[in-house]
């Protein structure tokens, strides 16, 4: 998918955003801002904000915030509810995470939450936090995990590698701007390989109700079908990994989300 289709995919969607548990309320906000400890003075980039709810949280601690995102509907949706909620120090900017248009070293602290499974190239969007961070800078990023570990080798790994790209087709299916979700182990050496010293990773489920998390991307009912036999269908390790639970008129399941937090070329 071309990001001129993710763009027409989240367009068309960005109000559903705005309302989204998952994304307005997910726990992981409070701890980002729990982990990281702004600062007063900083300058900070969240990345792929969407309706702003990461921005949004850190805009009390620091100086101000550029909620940036490729999708021009959204930003629109981010600033009404900044609007709505009398938050001023947050600005609004169009921007591709791979190639932001902001000066080098001009902030200290780059966020982007629930939404690096949409780039492309991972390890680009990682340089180009590097760049636009000053020396020391923080890097905080939260977004979904699959199964996989470099560590583990013959069956086990394997069986967990192809969990891994079970559950991204899962994901890709429902959202066809759904590039790939990494595993913690990727993200902690791509994090490596930007430059940064990790400071912190941790992981947490997500419970996950079928409907909203299909309606959400308007799924078609053809798709929903499918969607629900991988569900039953899921081999062990997919299954161990999604939990799904069905009852007569609801499924859940739940997703693995990792926080991780790096400093900019700085040593323990």
Known sequence: MSKQQVQQQFGAN??????????????????????VQPQANWQVLDIATAAGHTAFVFAPHVAHVIASDLT??????????????????????EADAEALPFDNASFDLVTCRIAPHHFPNIPQFLAEAARVLR???????????????????????????????????????????????????????GFRKAGFTLHH????FKAM???????????????KTRLKAMLVQAPTAVSEFL??????????????????????????
């Open 201 to 204: 990773s941790e992981t947490a």
């Open 243 to 268: 939990t799904p639970q069905f009852s007569e008129d609801r499924i859940t399941f739940r997703l693995t989300e990792a926080i991780l937090v790096g400093k900019l070329g700085v040593g323990d």
């Open 72 to 93: 021009p509907e959204m930003l629109t949706v981010a600033a009404n509810l900044a609007q709505e909620r009398t938050i001023h120090n947050v600005s609004f900017r």
């Open 135 to 189: 020396s020391g800078g923080t890097l905080a990023v939260v977004d979904n995990v699959v199964p996989g570990s470099s560590k583990l080798h013959g069956k086990k790994g394997r069986l967990l590698r192809e969990a891994g790209d079970y559950v991204n087709a899962f994901e890709k299916l429902r959202d066809s701007s759904h590039h790939r979700c990494l595993s913690l182990d990727e993200w902690e050496e």
């Open 209 to 223: 109700t079928f409907g909203p998390w299909a309606d959400r991307m308007q799924v078609s009912p053809e798709n």
């Open 14 to 35: 960005a109000a559903a955003y705005a309302t989204s548990e998952v994304h307005a309320k997910g726990a992981s906000l409070a701890r980002l801002v729990e982990l």
